[in-house]
């Protein structure tokens, strides 16, 4: 089955500085690639997703970017800001296995004021 | 849209009772999903139905766990008895199950279960 492997596990920024976090799956056939935030006490939420059949998708201070031959896709968030402290967590996703995604093990990101 | 209604929103229980987690997925959408979150193990998915049928339940740890879909918008996940290692945040999520393309997963606000 699909292994989805995401680093770092946390990662401290200063204020208005980029973030950037680093996903590899397995499964050649995923091709649906969601990234989740959560914060403390609440549900995960998607913030930006993209398919297999293009390169980069962009939502205004947020960026994926997905490598299929290397297998890796990555969250970049540029300007960051405090509000943007949480858990983020990526997935990858194929018809192969329906509608199951099959998640990163989590990034918490820390943005220092 | 309410989006994915969770209740009760916290669940404290002693060892061996039944507990009973509730799901009203987002109308219209057909897929419906149980995940559990410890720090230990993440975010485990536990079981999924498609038009009310269960699909892959191969994440349900054991027996002591159930899960029903007896209509398109409510879901009951089942633990009899509970155990202490039960202890965890029970999030439910649905999707609007696509044609070619796979699609989003919306999450509930989860129940935080602890078994004493």
């Known amino acids: 089955g699909e292994n989805v492997e995401q680093h770092p596990s946390t990662l401290s920024v200063q204020e208005g500085d980029s973030a950037v976090i680093k996903c590899t799956y397995s499964?050649?056939?995923?091709?649906?690639f969601p990234w989740y935030k959560q914060e403390l006490g609440k549900g995960p939420q998607l913030i930006i997703d993209?398919?297999?059949?293009?390169g980069e998708k962009k939502d205004q201070r947020i960026a994926v970017t997905l490598n299929k031959t290397a297998k890796h896709f990555s969250l970049h968030i540029t300007e960051t800001q405090p509000e943007d402290s949480a858990v983020y967590f990526c997935?990858?996703?194929?018809?192969?296995?329906?509608?199951?995604?099959?998640f990163g093990t989590g990034t918490s990101l820390t943005v220092i004021p | 849209d309410a989006g994915v209604i969770q209740s009760p929103r916290h669940e404290v229980t002693e060892m061996g009772q039944e507990v009973t987690l509730r799901c009203k997925p987002i109308?219209?959408?057909?897929?419906l999903f149980w995940y559990r979150q410890t720090m230990m193990r993440g975010l485990e998915l536990l079981i999924y139905?498609?038009?009310?049928?269960?699909?892959?339940d191969s994440g349900m740890p054991e027996d002591r766990f159930s899960a029903k879909m007896p209509n398109a918008s409510f879901s009951t996940l089942k633990i009899q008895p509970s155990e202490p290692r039960d202890s965890a945040v029970y999030f439910c999520?649905?999707?609007?199950?696509?044609?070619?393309?796979?699609?989003?997963?919306?999450f509930g606000p989860g129940t935080r279960l602890l078994v004493l």
């Open positions: 139905f498609n038009n009310n049928v269960p699909i892959d």
């Open positions: 999520a649905s999707s609007p199950r696509g044609g070619q393309g796979q699609e989003t997963q919306y």
């Open positions: 997935a990858a996703s194929s018809q192969n296995t329906g509608n199951q995604f099959y």
């Open positions: 993209i398919r297999s059949n293009v």
């Open positions: 499964d050649s056939a995923s091709n649906y």
């Open positions: 109308s219209g959408h057909n897929s």
